[in-house]
């Protein structure tokens, strides 16, 4: 069912009007998310831990979850697999938060898995698609060209990368994830909040 135009111009100008309203908010969140992006990226190590341990509780909350609506759900097909699901996590948040060192260094693991697969994903996309996208393909062969590299530089690096690359990324993330904000909350400024809502 298609949703009539003056319903979805109505719905549009709502968003505007919100985004007006609260243009503060999202700069003061901004501004927030860059502070700690800029020192995440000064400190490293303390960002690392910190994402570590963050990280770590987040399992532990999730498996404590987990535990808790599969001893309910017992009859269910997946019993087994839900519970050592949920154990699974309780195990890894608990030794997340005890050892974050010891973690990062796992999560440094986990990382390079992913820039290494996405990289060479990326590669082979834009090698099968060069023909399709031919503005395009160089940018993405290029990016999967970047991954490795990193994939490549922090695994060179190991193990002292394991103390720096998890928070710089987390760093940089905060930082343009801000700048985002920033952006959209200076834009938002300059809506006419004043604009008439159809009803």
């Known amino acids: 069912m298609a949703i009539p135009q003056a319903d979805i111009e109505r719905l549009r100008r709502e968003f505007r009007v919100a985004l007006h309203d609260h243009w503060v908010f999202?700069?003061?969140?901004g501004i927030i998310l860059v502070v700690l992006?800029?020192?995440?990226?000064?400190?490293?190590?303390?960002?690392?831990?910190?994402?570590t341990i963050v990280f770590g509780w987040l399992f532990l909350i999730s498996g404590v979850v987990g535990l808790t609506t599969t001893l309910r759900t017992r009859r269910?097909?997946?019993?087994?697999?839900a519970l050592a699901?949920?154990?699974?996590?309780?195990?890894?948040?608990v030794m997340l938060i005890l050892?974050?060192?010891?973690?990062?260094i796992s999560l440094t693991f986990l990382l390079i898995a992913f820039f290494f697969v996405e990289g060479?994903?990326?590669?082979?996309?834009?090698?099968?698609?060069?023909?399709?996208?031919?503005?395009?393909?160089?940018?993405m062969l290029a990016s999967g060209?970047?991954?490795?590299g990193l994939g490549g530089l922090?695994?060179?690096?190991?193990?002292?990368?394991?103390?720096?690359?998890?928070?710089?990324?987390?760093?940089?993330?905060?930082?343009?994830?801000?700048?985002?904000?920033?952006?959209?909350?200076?834009?938002?400024?300059?809506?006419?909040?004043?604009?008439?809502?159809a009803s």
């Open 120 to 139: 060479i994903v990326s590669i082979m996309f834009a090698l099968d698609h060069r023909k399709d996208l031919p503005g395009g393909w160089g940018w």
């Open 145 to 148: 060209i970047v991954d490795l």
């Open 99 to 104: 050892s974050p060192v010891r973690g990062a």
């Open 76 to 81: 269910l097909p997946g019993f087994w697999w």
């Open 26 to 29: 999202y700069l003061v969140e």
């Open 154 to 197: 922090i695994l060179a690096g190991l193990p002292g990368s394991a103390i720096w690359a998890l928070g710089l990324l987390v760093g940089i993330n905060l930082t343009f994830g801000g700048v985002a904000l920033i952006a959209m909350a200076l834009q938002a400024q300059r809506i006419d909040g004043t604009a008439q809502i």
């Open 37 to 51: 992006g800029v020192a995440a990226i000064i400190l490293p190590p303390v960002a690392t831990l910190a994402a």
């Open 85 to 93: 699901s949920a154990i699974l996590g309780i195990a890894v948040g």
